[in-house]
């Protein structure tokens, strides 16, 4: 009697048991719930791959304005540029405010109180944005390939061209460096 004896004909659970009963094939009927169960946990195991696959992605970010028609209009280039930059920017104002602070200078919200750096401030806060700057970007980088770039850029004008740009850009938002003694009524946020 060969396997497919056992599951055919009007006498289906007989067959059967007569099968298993006289021994033959029964390693074959046994195997076909162990591969059946097999196929169970295949199917099991992808779906928890597929679970932690989309678990690792990123998550779906929504546009938060509306989406420029063109991919690389003005509009989608400083969307791209705020998102991008907004952290690092926010870096180097707290490194500036600290740098600040060390020279012996604030920020004040009066204009009227604002100063003019010194120019020894002013150099080794050049050199500080830039050194701040190059930390957050290339974290990885050796201290010593930074302060290179950063002798380098000192000499040739970079830095203190960057600083005098980010105290520019602080004072068009309303903040202004002064020294602490002429600081009545100052914000230091």
Excluded at 64 to 84: C, I, K
Excluded at 118 to 133: G, P, V
Excluded at 166 to 184: D, I, N, S
Aim: with cysteine.
């Amino acid at each position: 009697m060969a396997l497919t004896d056992c599951f055919i004909g009007t006498e289906l659970l007989p067959g059967i048991i007569s099968c298993v009963r006289e021994g033959e094939n029964m390693s074959c009927v046994v195997n076909v719930p162990l591969l059946l169960s097999g196929c169970v946990a295949l199917l099991i195991a992808a779906e928890l791959v597929r679970k932690l696959r989309n678990r690792r992605r990123a998550p779906e970010i929504k546009a938060t304005r509306p989406v420029p028609l063109r991919f690389a209009s003005q509009e989608q280039a400083d969307a791209v540029w705020q998102y991008a930059n907004t952290h690092m920017y926010q870096y180097v104002l707290v490194e500036l405010e600290r740098a600040l602070s060390a020279e012996g200078y604030i920020l004040t919200r009066d204009p009227a109180r604002c100063v003019i750096l010194t120019s020894a401030s002013q150099h080794r806060l050049a050199r500080e944005m830039f050194l701040a700057r190059e930390r957050f970007l290339t974290p990885m980088r050796p201290e010593s390939q930074m302060e290179e770039a950063a002798d380098e850029c000192s000499l040739n004008g970079y830095s203190a061209q960057w600083l005098a740009c980010l105290l520019r850009g602080c004072e068009l938002q309303g903040w202004y460096v002064t020294q602490p003694e002429q600081a009545t009524g100052t914000l230091s946020d």
